[in-house]
């Protein structure tokens, strides 16, 4: 089934163009009206250079002057393998579409809201027939049914002719028409956006990322950077001020050659005042501690992961050489 993209603005046909795969692009007079388009045709000149296949209007009120004014319009410059005539369906636009194809012009019918006129269209050897989905069931009507019944004739009868889906409205409208077999659809931008939208699919791709990272990223590429560092001969209160500036519930503890003491935790300092009262003055390297739960800077993070999940903690020491190299927080990894 082709793709078409339906839109005259111009930010929407790159962006949906930059996918590499649709096969052309549709536009109307409305649409480029409501765009401020001023310079109808160097606006299709333009876009004639953007897009694989451009289908345009070719409006007149006799067969003669839509042939004139596709002429006209060959004549700026466009590529007649690449251009495809737009033509109203009426018994002059069915006669217009017969003289052009005579000529070996591509040719879309469109605005077809019966069988009766699809099949006019069909027998005058138009390339496209275009019921407009969305029109018709906004007037109530059966709108695929329409579409399956022409996609039937086209192959029941052998017409060389194409069934557009148009006037696409929802997800639901390409499921239709994929349903049905159609052999175009053309597609707002909006609409084709969402296409590849899955709430499951976010969630197993964000699950797949995750997993890879736990098994590619190492523990210094996902710490913060802060290495929360005291010196064993401060005292008590300064300590307390550092581990409020650098953010985490603890602070590492070292001697004057940076070798690890331990870790000092808020923890720590409630069972202090509880125990001791005043504990201000104290250094901080007067206390006893036990060896801290640590990760080696270069472990990957699922080590990690699995020392967050076996120890039920929310910091762990890192250590690179044996010295400390900074804290990884439960955050850190989450944002992994």
């Keep these: 089934m082709e793709l078409y993209l339906d839109s005259a603005n111009l930010k929407e046909i790159e962006e949906g163009f930059k996918l590499g795969f649709l096969d052309g692009l549709t536009t109307t007079p409305t649409f480029m009206q409501r765009e401020g388009i001023a310079d109808i045709d160097g606006t299709i000149v333009k876009l004639s250079k953007m897009v694989p296949v451009l289908q345009i209007?070719?409006?007149?009120?006799?067969?003669e002057d839509v042939v004139k004014e596709a002429r006209r319009q060959l004549d700026l410059g466009l590529d007649p393998k690449k251009t495809v005539f737009k033509i109203p369906v009426s018994l002059e636009g069915v006669r217009a579409c017969k003289l052009l194809r005579n000529e070996g012009l591509l040719v879309n019918v469109h605005l077809v809201y019966t069988l009766q006129q699809a099949y006019m269209a069909m027998h005058a050897g138009a390339s496209y027939v275009c019921p407009l989905v969305g029109r018709l069931q906004d007037q109530g009507h059966d709108?695929?049914?329409?579409?399956?019944?022409?996609?039937?004739?086209?192959?029941?009868?052998?017409?060389?002719?194409?069934?557009?889906?148009?006037?696409?409205?929802?997800s639901e409208h390409v499921r239709n028409a994929i349903n049905i077999g159609v052999?175009?659809?053309?597609?707002?931008?909006?609409?084709?956006?969402?296409?590849?939208?899955?709430?499951f699919t976010t969630v197993g791709t964000e699950q797949f990322l995750s997993d890879t990272r736990l098994m590619t990223v190492r523990v210094k590429?996902?710490?913060?950077?802060?290495?929360?560092?005291?010196?064993?001969?401060?005292?008590?209160k300064d300590a307390i001020v550092k581990m409020t500036?650098?953010?985490?519930?603890?602070?590492?503890?070292v001697n004057d050659d940076g070798s690890l003491k331990g870790i000092f935790t808020d923890g720590d300092l409630r069972r202090l005042l509880q125990k001791d009262g005043d504990i201000l003055g104290k250094k901080i390297g007067d206390l006893e501690y036990k060896a801290p739960i640590s990760v080696d800077a270069n472990a990957l993070l699922n080590e990690a992961e699995a020392i967050f999940k076996k120890m039920n903690v929310d910091t762990i020491l890192v250590l690179e050489n044996g010295k400390p190299f900074g804290m990884l927080d439960i955050q850190d990894l989450k944002r992994y």
């Design 183 to 199: 052999h175009t659809i053309t597609v707002p931008l909006k609409v084709l956006k969402g296409l590849t939208d899955n709430n």
């Design 57 to 63: 209007e070719a409006l007149g009120n006799t067969a």
């Design 245 to 253: 500036e650098y953010g985490f519930g603890c602070v590492t503890v």
């Design 143 to 170: 709108a695929l049914a329409l579409v399956e019944q022409c996609v039937s004739a086209v192959h029941h009868y052998g017409y060389d002719t194409k069934i557009m889906f148009s006037s696409v409205r929802n």
């Design 221 to 236: 590429e996902a710490i913060n950077g802060t290495n929360p560092l005291v010196k064993a001969d401060t005292n008590m």
